[in-house]
């Protein structure tokens, strides 16, 4: 089989396709430039989008003998992920950019091209399981778990798709990189998004959206408690930075509950008021038919809750046994029987 | 392996590794004063001699660097800063939109932090500077004008440009001109006489011979400023211990090369000037970029073609499985392709720019490289189309 491995210049990634050179396949490598200026230097453990990743994914594809290329998916990038990103929080929803990622870069635009181009398959080094029937399920390792970020994704996404490393644990996957010679195999682990240089998110969203103050209420009393700077701050479920000048009655923390951007109204309010038990999200990808007791997790490394789950027209509405806290429109939702995948929306509306 | 990138390097001739090998073999510096160092420095000297012959300029004008890049840089910023300290008015400084990066990148880095004017010299749609274009620039305010560079020949699209009518435009004005003759040379005539280019670039690889050695032209009685300071090993102007081996081989390249290149470079055109035909045969949307074939004002190795509605790099990515090598001709960061600033500048689309390849001919290219390329052309751009289509190419 021709395959095509996105190589990030992580230790996933290299050593997945080293298996799949293993396997047999006629494998070959390429890095994905998402940034227009990439920096030249990693600064700690953040993404993979500087030049030294795409030299660490160049080496790897050396050492194993396969061609390697870079594809430059930048401008994709910057209108699919990024200003979509943006868009999002200004709208009051918290995004989850490496989902969107997988299902409008590497699932889609990365595939389609290495279909045309007449490969069979993308290799990626992504922490989960496919079975032969198409069937996605968790890694063995649930720390490193990635199930949760390809959960939205259709079934001829992955038709496509190979992920290597679902059997392995993240020490197994770095020992054998550091026994196969590959120089990443004791490279950090990136945690923060990619393509926000520091960490700071906040900062990033306030160069892009500008300054939009407005109230922090309470959602009790109504009372104006505080101001901010722009609702894009704020995540549904925060309890830190709020700065309240008065603490509530009760003496306890308050949370962000509600974000209203078009008054630019921040709402904030006691723990209790943050549960939410059901979820309309958007049917990204539901192939089944009734309701379907399953479990339900919101956020990347989040638990689960028992839930039961339907489609309603384009809809998938979720109803969950247990309350969760602080679920935020624009996160994903992703349906668990056990390890398998069963499928997965975006949050648009959530209800106590 | 099907070898179509000799702009990029092209493989060393015998007579320049015979020559390098038995030069590594052997102990000396140049510059040291025993019998080791005499023999080194012999070496050296006729190596100098060599190419000044090949050049028609004196012995004494040749400065021996570490490549083109270098050479390039040695003259826009040691004459720019040469310049400025006897004229500080004079900041203007003149190329064409087509140049290498290491003269686009240099002069802009000479515009950010030296506070040079840099202006780009429009080309047409075939890549060339008239000369009318560049006397109108100078024209513009010629006491500010520090100097004027443009390349000999295009190494992308293989376009030749007017070097001495330029050089005399701006000889008439008193401005110093330098051109890149990296791509020229060895191919083409490249000789200076007394009405030629003030500074030349050159470099061994090339021509088949090794890379990380090449020479600036340096007319006598031009003030440059030094790059690099230390032993002042070149006339002041370069320091750096002289790469005896390197010097030796690339001379042998050059004597070979300039020998022999009025008949190579009438086997290439032809084999060039067959290997469009018959891709354009397979892909009759193929449109040549660049000067015409058949005349002078192209390079006889260049076919410089788009493809329309592929991706330049998909098509050298599929070439390159099926053991063929060519080049998308743009410049690259980290291997990001970016649609070429030469095709930008001849106007050209920056759809078209993208899908574009370079094949380059060399001494060792031979009829079955073409054959195997045409073999190849039109499944891979077919495959490519379709990748294409899934970009938004249009193919239009």
């Not at chain 1, 290329?69 to 009051?92: C, M, P």
């Not at chain 1, 590959?182 to 960490?199: N, Q």
């Not at chain 1, 499928?343 to 648009?348: V, Y």
């Not at chain 2, 015998?14 to 020559?19: G, I, K, N, S, W």
């Amino acid at each position: 089989m021709r395959v095509l491995a996105a190589m990030s210049g992580g230790v996933d990634s290299a050593v997945a396709a080293a298996r799949a050179v293993d396997a047999g396949h006629d494998v070959t490598g390429v890095h994905l430039a998402l940034s227009r200026s990439p920096e030249s230097d990693r600064t700690g453990a953040r993404g993979c989008c500087t030049l030294e990743d795409a030299r660490d994914a160049r080496r790897a594809a050396d050492v194993l003998g396969i061609p390697f290329y870079v594809w430059d998916l930048a401008e994709r990038f910057e209108t699919e992920v990024i200003d979509q990103f943006v868009e999002s929080y200004a709208a009051g929803r918290t995004p989850n950019p490496c989902v969107r990622c997988n299902e409008r870069i590497k699932f889609a635009a990365v595939l389609d091209r290495a279909l045309a181009l007449g490969f069979d398959a993308v290799v990626t080094g992504h922490h989960a399981r496919l079975d032969p029937d198409g069937t996605l399920r968790r890694s063995v390792d649930p720390a490193k778990d990635q199930s949760y970020v390809l959960g939205t994704l259709r079934p001829e996404q992955l038709g496509a798709a190979r992920f290597p490393l679902g059997d392995s644990t993240k020490a197994q996957v770095r020992q054998e990189a550091a026994a196969r010679g590959l120089a990443v195999a004791d490279k950090p682990d990136s945690h923060d998004i990619c393509f926000i240089s520091g960490g700071d998110t906040a900062g990033w969203l306030r160069e892009r959206i500008g300054s939009r103050p407005g109230p922090i209420v309470d959602s009790r009393t109504g009372q104006t408690l505080g101001g901010h700077d722009g609702t894009f701050a704020f995540t549904v479920g925060q309890r830190r930075g709020l700065r309240l000048g008065h603490p509530a009655p009760d003496g306890r923390p308050r949370y962000v509950l509600d974000i209203s951007p078009v008054t630019s109204t921040v709402t904030v309010g006691p723990a209790e008021e943050l549960d939410i038990r059901r979820l309309v999200a958007d049917r990204a990808a539901w192939p089944h038919e009734g309701v379907v007791t399953c479990e339900a997790q919101v956020r990347a490394h989040g638990g689960v809750v028992a839930a039961e789950a339907e489609a309603r027209g384009d809809d998938l509405v979720v109803t969950l046994a247990t309350p969760v806290r602080g679920t935020a429109a624009g996160q994903a939702v992703v349906l668990y029987d056990g390890d398998r995948v069963l499928g997965g929306g975006h949050i648009r509306v959530t209800a106590a | 392996m099907t070898y179509l990138d000799h702009a990029a390097t092209t493989p060393m001739r015998p007579e320049a590794l015979a020559a390098y090998a038995a030069v590594l073999a052997d102990t000396g510096n140049a510059s040291s004063l025993h019998a080791s160092g005499r023999r080194a420095r012999r070496i050296v000297e006729e190596s100098r001699e060599t190419l000044a012959g090949v050049l028609g300029v004196r012995p004494s004008d040749v400065v021996f660097t570490g490549g083109g890049t270098e050479g390039d840089n040695l003259a826009l910023k040691g004459l720019y800063w040469a310049r400025r300290r006897a004229e500080p008015t004079r900041r203007r400084v003149l190329v064409s939109a087509v140049e290498h990066r290491a003269v686009l990148d240099t002069v802009q880095w000479l515009g950010a932090q030296q506070g040079a004017e840099v202006e780009l010299l429009d080309v047409d749609a075939a890549g060339m500077v008239h000369p009318d274009t560049l006397a109108a620039a100078i024209d513009r305010d010629p006491a500010a004008v520090a100097l004027v560079s443009v390349m000999w020949a295009n190494s992308e699209v293989g376009t030749v440009e007017p070097v001495a009518e330029l050089a005399a435009v701006a000889r008439r004005h008193g401005v110093p001109f330098h051109t890149d003759a990296v791509q020229a040379f060895g191919q083409i005539p490249v000789t200076v006489g007394e009405e030629g280019p003030d500074a030349i670039t050159v470099s061994a690889h090339k021509i088949g011979g090794p890379v990380g050695v090449g020479a600036l032209v340096v007319r006598r009685g031009l003030a440059l400023e030094p790059l690099t300071h230390g032993g002042g090993q070149e006339r002041d102007i370069r320091s750096g211990t002289l790469n005896t081996a390197g010097v030796a081989a690339f001379a042998a390249a050059a004597a070979t090369a300039c020998a022999l290149a009025p008949r190579e470079s009438a086997r290439l055109a032809a084999l060039r000037d067959d290997l469009v035909r018959r891709v354009q045969e397979k892909v009759p949307g193929a449109v040549l970029n660049g000067a015409p074939l058949g005349g002078p004002q192209r390079l006889p190795g260049n076919a410089h073609l788009t493809f329309p509605g592929c991706e330049g790099d998909s098509l050298l990515m599929l070439l390159d499985a099926r053991g063929i090598e060519c080049s998308t001709g743009s410049a690259c960061s980290a291997g990001v392709a970016r649609p070429s600033h030469v095709l930008l500048a001849m106007g050209a689309g920056e759809e078209h720019a993208r899908g574009s390849l370079r094949f380059s001919l060399g001494h060792s290219s031979r009829a079955a490289d073409v054959d195997a390329l045409v073999e190849a052309i039109g499944p891979v751009v077919e495959r490519a189309g379709r990748a294409g289509a899934l970009a938004g190419m249009t193919g239009g």
